[in-house]
């Protein structure tokens, strides 16, 4: 079955850094990460060969510690033979995270991210499209 994008979904709790984390802590971050990707997906979907774009908004509870760049290898790879084929096939990815006290007034923000907006505790919302330049001016 094919996958349908745009794709959106929320993981729960701080990611973890490639440069940093422990294996058994990146492999249980990546392992969140598909889990919470397949939320909303078909039933033995079949990944995408498509070009991706792909968004992280990361919503910490406090003032992160590390930079914001580490977290995304991690979150990627475990998108591969799930969402995409490859992570090769992302063209685009755009990473911001907003502190508490630092969030951004969404114009129109899908009810996904005004869940993010609305959640307690630290969370990443994710958005992958197989549109590469949407947004593009």
């Given at each position: 079955m094919e996958l349908l994008f745009p794709i959106e979904f929320l993981v729960e709790g701080t990611p973890v850094?490639?440069?940093?984390?422990?294996?058994?802590?990146?492999?249980e971050w990546k392992t969140r990460?598909?889990?919470?990707?397949?939320?909303?997906?078909?039933?033995?979907?079949?990944?995408?060969n498509a070009r991706i774009a792909v968004?992280?908004?990361?919503?910490?509870?406090?003032?992160?510690q590390g930079d914001v760049d580490n977290i995304v290898k991690?979150?990627?790879d475990a998108l591969c033979?799930?969402?995409?084929?490859?992570?090769?096939?992302?063209?685009?990815?755009?990473?911001?995270?907003?502190?508490?006290?630092?969030?951004?007034g969404f114009v129109s923000p899908s009810p996904t991210l005004e869940e993010?907006?609305?959640?307690?505790?630290?969370?990443?919302?994710?958005?992958?499209?197989d549109d590469p330049f949407e947004d593009l001016i």
């Open positions: 850094s490639f440069q940093r984390g422990r294996p058994e802590s990146k492999n990460v598909k889990a919470a990707s397949s939320l909303g997906l078909p039933a033995g979907h079949s990944p995408s968004i992280l908004y990361y919503f910490p509870s406090e003032p992160m991690l979150v990627l033979d799930h969402i995409y084929d490859d992570d090769a096939q992302v063209d685009r990815i755009v990473v911001q995270r907003f502190e508490p006290g630092n969030v951004f993010a907006l609305r959640h307690q505790g630290s969370v990443l919302y994710m958005r992958l499209s």
